[in-house]
């Protein structure tokens, strides 16, 4: 690996335990101004000091969140989108590339599949031809990877899910984001057969932290290496205490009862 791939793998893990939570905050294109991001850089400093690893934008955000203070996080651009006004929303396109990354001093990038899809051929390629830059370069490489499409019966079935962390591993990327499956031995078999690390996404909104929190901790029982989670945490009426509960699960193995209780929830 080159120095310079590890050393920007070093700020978006953390260096004790080599796990790490992610925030992506790409919401905006897909969904619009949705609640909870209208002031990113005040939602960056609550995750910041509630232990966050890093933060996830797209190229355009990334001064917006700019802070010039406080606790540090790496930093993550988003070079794959689709807006739901769109006919085909499950069809991302490349809309930045590794050096506008390099420019914003990001230490990842990252690249948006949905296997399934009609435009999935576009998406391997885009994903295919970005690690192979990435490379280049020496930046790390998360690949987000769905089944999504019209003969995709069951998104979250273990061989599916399987499926597309492998390609992400196949193509090149570093770190690859899937859905739990909701099964702790079934996840574990999905993390034996990828040979790279997985972090879990944070789907839609829950309205039960426990729920939240009890996946968090199962998936890292099974074996992921962090989280990658975005609505759960930035639309929480309390995000920095959210964040610091999963922070005790993710890096200090905390039990959900231990983490729930400094939430304020039950």
């Known amino acids: 690996m080159y120095t310079g791939k590890a050393v920007r793998l070093e700020r978006l893990f953390n260096r004790t335990t080599r796990r790490c939570i992610i925030v992506p905050l790409d919401h905006g294109v897909s969904h619009g101004p949705i609640a909870g991001l209208s002031d990113v850089r005040r939602i960056v400093s609550e995750v910041?000091?509630?232990?966050?690893?890093?933060?996830?934008?797209?190229?355009g955000l990334v001064r917006n969140g700019h802070r010039a203070g406080g606790r540090d996080l790496g930093l993550i651009v988003h070079l794959s989108a689709s807006t739901d006004l769109s006919p085909t929303p499950n069809a991302k396109i490349l809309v930045a590339s590794v050096e506008d990354a390099i420019k914003l001093g990001a230490d990842g990038i990252s690249v948006h599949v949905n296997m399934g899809d009609a435009s999935e051929g576009a998406m391997l390629a885009d994903l295919g031809r970005t690690a192979r830059e990435a490379a280049a370069w020496g930046m790390p490489l998360l690949a987000m990877m769905y089944a999504r499409g019209e003969h995709i019966k069951d998104p979250f079935a273990p061989a599916v899910v399987a499926h597309t962390a492998r390609v992400a591993a196949e193509l090149g990327a570093d770190i690859v984001k899937v859905p739990y499956t909701g099964n702790k031995a079934d996840f574990a078999g999905i993390v034996a057969s990828c040979p790279i690390p997985i972090v879990i996404a944070g789907g839609p909104k829950v309205n039960s932290p426990r729920e939240f929190l009890q996946t968090a901790y199962e998936a890292m029982q099974a074996g992921a290496v962090g989280l990658s989670v975005g609505r759960n945490i930035f639309q929480h009426t309390y995000p920095q205490g959210l964040v610091a509960a999963l922070a005790g699960i993710v890096h200090a193995n905390?039990?959900?009862?231990?983490a729930l209780s400094i939430t304020g929830e039950a």
Not at 48 to 59: F, I, Q, S, W, Y
């Open 48 to 59: 910041a000091e509630g232990g966050a690893d890093a933060v996830l934008m797209h190229k």
């Open 254 to 258: 905390w039990s959900v009862d231990r």
